[in-house]
């Protein structure tokens, strides 16, 4: 009658998206440092990237986000390095202490660094960064 159904519904989708948003953020961050890690962000780990957050339900809803998080990062990596690796781990260090979404973010990173047909010494290295960062030990995931 009032639409408080509708409403409610919307409340939950919007709560929802805030509990997760910080572990899409941080799948695309780890992603774009994992790409960059060789000095070449190539279209098939970008595509990985993208495939990630778009073929998994509770990460789709930042589609549009995720592609701006995927600018936002690519642009600071290509200004200014060191400022994007700092800011970059500090957005995977937010997720640490979510297991789960910890662990997602690092499989995520290892299927975008295996995205152009394996892992690198430099991409191996940015990903024990990674998982430093999230609290985990990379030879669990691999």
Known sequence: MFGWGKKA???????NKAEHRPIA???????VYIA??????????VNTLR???????????????ANDWTNEFTSLIQSSPR??????LRVVEAVRNDRDGAQNVLVAALDIADANGGIGD???SALTKVAEALGLNLKDYE
Do not use: C, M, Q, Y
């Open 36 to 45: 960059a890690a060789d000095g070449n962000i190539e279209d098939s780990e």
């Open 122 to 124: 430099d991409e191996r």
């Open 9 to 15: 519904k919307n409340v939950v989708i919007e709560l």
């Open 83 to 88: 400022t994007a690796r700092l800011e970059i």
């Open 25 to 31: 953020r941080a799948i695309v961050a780890a992603g």
């Open 51 to 65: 495939s990630v957050i778009a073929n998994n339900k509770t990460l789709a809803p930042f589609v549009p986000e």
